[in-house]
């Protein structure tokens, strides 16, 4: 089954498209935004009942680009997921992908041009929340002509962002796909975000947020941030099985360039992320994690704050995953039952880490499948 | 018992004390040290047979100043260990703490002056190992009539001295204590290390490390580094049980100033960190904990590595500590008692993470109060 998946078609060929919308959209912080941009990706085609629209929402350094292939050659995020044959099968489904506010991918955000001034926003970007996002997401469901997502589905903080959507709009969303995420983060969570932020911040490329206007990139901070999260990403044995303590040369030379090969891997990664994402987005959106936390207006009752909830869910988690391991998901899955919600959840047993939730890992992907095939269209 | 413990009698005031040697240092990296200073305390008094030393080994920030109080009122950092009518009973032991190589508290370092030069050492100063700080503290132990060691003893990269010292020289040291360690870092343990550095690296005020003749410190770089260092020292839980998601304010309000408490504390412990201790050391310390591997020339084998030990051995981890778990005191454990060692090994259950050896939690306390007082002068 899984030879036949990864032989699948592609959705091929896409191109993003933008909406723009002209009605201000009030914002968690109190802010408001008076226009944007969203830029959004489709595969398959909205059925007659509108019905079939499955919505994809992405993490921390995600987009838009979910599935299929763009002219410049770059593969979607989760196409090993999304696309015809595949467990998120585009033959049946209507998917949707979109860049969240305040990312660097063509909707609005830091790295765009503010109307108001003609310049790019930096510093001026308003902070945004998950809450934020799904309303935003909600306005591009209305523009769509889609009243009803037969899925909302998210891995880590699209994963948040899954689980919100059934909270702020339960009468529109009939199955929501929470994978390797959590109700909210920890101190510890948290603390790894701050370390990250405080690199950024600290970059005397960051101008307060400005760079732009200086002709530079805050790269050292950027690399570091990224450098921080991909230790979060990879399970301890992950990073062990591919790495080990193995040196670049026979033995050690004494420098302080590439001893290990995970100083190469990590500062590869790191680099290569400074060469494209956006500084102030990875601010934002780490603040947007940060903030989530559906309880904080029901005294921490996660129960209480579940109540308004009318999807179905489906909750999976990665046995290696420390970043939100599976007793944070668990924490999802029992404040659902209480509140007597339909609930499967799967613990998936992968030694990637947080990561697995974007690999075609079989388990994983039998599960999501034998799951979306049964929703009902 | 713990009570009268805790009410016993400080060493009292302690003044640091400079042995200064000629004799050139071999470094395991093919270096040498032409001359060298060690800066050391010491408190009890060695007995006449002089069979009652023990040497306390210092971890990546700690210092000569293992017990007492200094002239300034600083308390040394295992003073709640060491000290008369305590685990590390000053009646009747004889212990040394020392300041190690490439250390910032007054043993030559990279911000001690370099003899050839005149100025300070900076980045010329050389790589140090773990087995380098054994060898210069054997010629300390030489020089203060110390033959053999009723005792070393040290937690996590001290931890490592100890092990190292029962290898270096098996008929100097009679048992190791070897606490909160590991028997060489994994890939993960490595990559925070790597992180932290390319933080100091990175730095525009570290200056290729002669940030000194710049009238400068690196102390963004060193902050960072810091504040990722204090996140694996603590446990998740214990993180959540002392900050959780405790804001500063009532509710959040949006900006990238302290909005949770654990971000607060971070910044402080970044901050007050790089008020005090040298950059230039953290790069060569974290350098000397990636390095460590005794079964490197062993082809991995730690058992082989072990097999000319002659010392008996504690062995003690703790429940919560992800940067040097159980698991990883049990390896050294396990390849000692295939070496036919006696070892005894104690799993303490401490909710503070890799930070418990340094506090005075009762059971850990009390199986190193049991430990020692068996050990035969």
């Known amino acids: 089954m899984q030879e036949a998946q990864s032989v699948a078609q592609s959705v091929g060929l896409v191109v993003p498209q ?39 929402c992405h993490a921390l350094s995600g987009s838009h680009h979910v599935a299929g292939v763009h002219a410049d050659g770059s593969v979607g995020w989760w196409d090993n997921l999304v696309g ?3 467990p998120l099968d585009t033959n049946r489904f209507f998917v949707i992908g979109v ?26 970007f308003p902070f945004v929340t998950v809450e934020d996002w799904v309303d935003a997401q909600a306005r591009l469901a209305d523009r769509l002509g889609i009243e009803r997502f037969a899925a909302v589905v998210g891995g880590s903080l699209g994963g948040m962002q899954a689980l919100s959507w059934t909270l702020q709009y339960p ?64 399970s301890d044995d992950a ?26 891997y990590l500062r590869y990664q790191g680099d290569k992320f400074a060469g494209y994402f956006d500084a102030n ?46 007793s944070r998901s668990r ?6 039952m209480h509140s007597d919600r339909r609930v499967s959840y799967a613990e998936i047993d992968c030694a990637a880490g947080h990561d697995s939730f974007l690999l075609d890992e079989p388990q994983y992907h039998a599960v999501l499948q034998a799951y979306i095939d049964n929703i009902q269209l």
Request: net charge negative; with cysteine.
């Open 99 to 124: 860049n969240n506010l305040g990312g660097c991918y063509g909707s609005s955000g830091p790295n765009a041009i503010n109307p108001a001034t003609g310049k790019p926003w930096g510093a001026d």
């Open 84 to 86: 015809p044959g595949k």
């Open 281 to 326: 987005t990875y601010l934002l959106t780490t603040k947007a994690l940060d903030y989530y936390d559906p309880a904080f207006d029901y005294n921490g009752d996660l129960v209480a704050a579940l109540e308004r909830a009318k999807a179905d869910y489906l909750v999976v988690s990665f046995t290696t995953d420390w970043r939100f391991a599976p």
């Open 171 to 234: 009468d529109r969303v009939a199955h929501a796909l929470v994978i390797a995420s959590a109700p909210k983060l920890t101190a510890q969570n948290i603390a790894f975000n701050e370390v990250a932020r405080q690199a950024i911040l600290k970059d005397p490329d960051f101008h307060a947020g400005h760079y732009y206007e200086h002709g530079v990139v805050p790269t050292r901070g950027l690399a570091l941030a990224r450098m921080i999260g991909h230790i979060t990403y990879l």
């Open 18 to 56: 933008t909406a723009h919308f002209t009605e201000p959209l009030p914002l968690k912080s109190g802010g408001v935004l008076p226009q944007y941009d969203l830029v959004y990706e489709t595969y398959g085609t909205l059925n007659a009942a509108r019905s079939n629209a499955v919505l994809v």
């Open 331 to 336: 924490e999802i899955v029992y404040a659902l």
């Open 239 to 264: 990073m062990g099985q591919k790495f080990g303590r193995a040196l670049r040369h026979d033995k050690p030379v004494f420098s302080y360039d590439v001893e290990f090969e995970i100083e190469s």
